[in-house]
């Protein structure tokens, strides 16, 4: 594991001056009730072939995307007009799924085992999350900037390499700053990430897995598989109708674990995406 030192590095890097990726800008997906459903957050797949091939139940939709989106067109998506970001959290295998015609979806089976515990994370887990409007915004602004790189720089000076009591803390005022732009309150620096679309990988970096498109019928197949770019990445978040692995009601507002989250990868030639949870 990293060292404190080379963490804030890499969250630097991430943040304050993002890398690109698959898609050029890094993109925050933010709940919005009042705009168009373009995008949004649950919801129920509208598409044949969303069972989990592990569980034999329907995968969870976390996100729906419009690629039309003008923010999105510096690339082509292939066969997905929509992505659908699909995840299983009983069993929590990796999901891999390919666009296999306009309503339909193929979900390829690379581990088919049945861990012996595996269930859901809470008693009456839903079938679906409910559906709610999202927006793609992009940038970030100076003064957030700057806040995020003081708690980074304060973090990195503090205590010892566990203890984080004496860690300095935003103002009120700058804690609404940042709460509104990451959707959340920020209380470390593993909360200085937000669902995001494009760019690289907010998570930590250890989180930032090597996957391989598994797809037999993908035209770039190398002998181990095309390495997959990173696309998305998204929290657990109760407030914003995505919980995970915790209800709404399950603690207090400021302590859900927003550092849980499932990532995506896309192969570039086929456009098989993979969705996995690398939390912890």
Known sequence: MLSRAGLVTAIVLHLVHPM?????????????????????????????????????IPLLQ???????????????????KRLPFLFCWTCIRDVYCTASGPNAIHVIHTDQSILADSSPPYENYPQSFPRRSALLKVGIPDDVKAIARRLIEEWQSSGSEDDETEMWEPSVEEQAKVTDYFGHPV?????????????????????????????SNCKSRAKRGRKMTFIARILNAPPHGLPMIETLDSRNPNEYNYDVAVQYHICESCFTLVGSNRSG
């Open 62 to 80: 976390l996100l729906n995307i419009d690629c039309a989106d003008p923010l999105l067109a510096d690339k082509s998506f292939g066969p997905w």
């Open 20 to 56: 690109t990726d698959f898609i050029s800008n890094l993109l925050r997906v933010v709940p919005d009730d009042d705009a168009e459903a373009h995008h949004f957050f649950g919801g129920s797949p509208s598409l044949d072939g969303t069972l989990c091939p592990t569980c034999k």
């Open 187 to 215: 209380k470390s620096t593993f909360c200085l990430t937000h669902h995001q679309i494009g760019g690289h990988n907010l998570g930590p970096p250890w989180q930032d897995d090597e996957y391989r498109c598994p797809n």
